[in-house]
């Protein structure tokens, strides 16, 4: 096999396994969202304990104040906004591969705001869930994090890279005119 095609063999496979990552986070986020009411209730029940019995510890003066039911909202809203950042990291990843640069990026943005309404749309169907147009937005503002922080992280990755250029070039320029 010559160097050009094990290369693009190479992107391919990497394209494939970003797309199934994706995939696969959509089929876990939809899964969560199958259960009827009285299962993900407990489960957020069952979190917001270990997350109450963590304050108790952390903040042993100040636990009496915490209100479980204030804290199970604030728990639920940061699941959906962390399971839709690491979505929006997943799409942008998998569009790289099959878009340029700018789009990609608004693609596996958008591609984050679809899933979040077809998801909540899907709720309102499942017994004891409802459709939340809150829950949409947390959804996008995630799927817009996890984008945004891998744009700045190439956007960094880049200019490091630009600065040990330039750092060895202005090497290569002193030792040339020590001569």
């Not at 009285?38 to 304990?49: F, P």
């Not at 942008?92 to 596996?108: D, E």
């Not at 958008?110 to 947390?138: K, N, S």
């Amino acid at each position: 096999m010559t160097m050009p095609s094990r290369l693009l063999t190479r992107r391919a496979t990497r394209a494939v396994l970003a797309w199934g990552l994706a995939i696969a986070w959509v089929v876990l986020i939809f899964s969560f969202s199958a259960q009827d009411g009285e299962s993900s209730a407990e489960l957020s029940s069952s979190v917001n304990d270990v997350v109450m019995d963590v304050l108790a510890v952390v903040a042993s003066e100040r636990i009496d104040e915490a209100d479980p039911a204030e804290v199970h909202n604030v728990l639920r809203t940061a699941a959906h906004f962390m399971l839709y950042l690491f979505l929006g990291v997943w799409f942008a990843t998998a569009q790289m591969y099959v878009l340029p640069a700018p789009m990609s990026y608004v693609n596996a943005a958008l591609l984050g705001l679809i899933v979040g309404i077809v998801d909540e749309f899907y709720q309102y169907f499942v017994p004891g869930r409802h459709m939340a147009i809150e829950d949409i937005y947390t959804d996008f503002a995630g799927a817009l994090t996890g984008v945004i922080m891998l744009w700045l992280f190439f956007l960094l990755r880049e200019k490091t890279a630009d600065s040990d250029e330039e750092a060895i070039d202005g090497d290569n320029t002193d030792s040339s005119t020590d001569a």
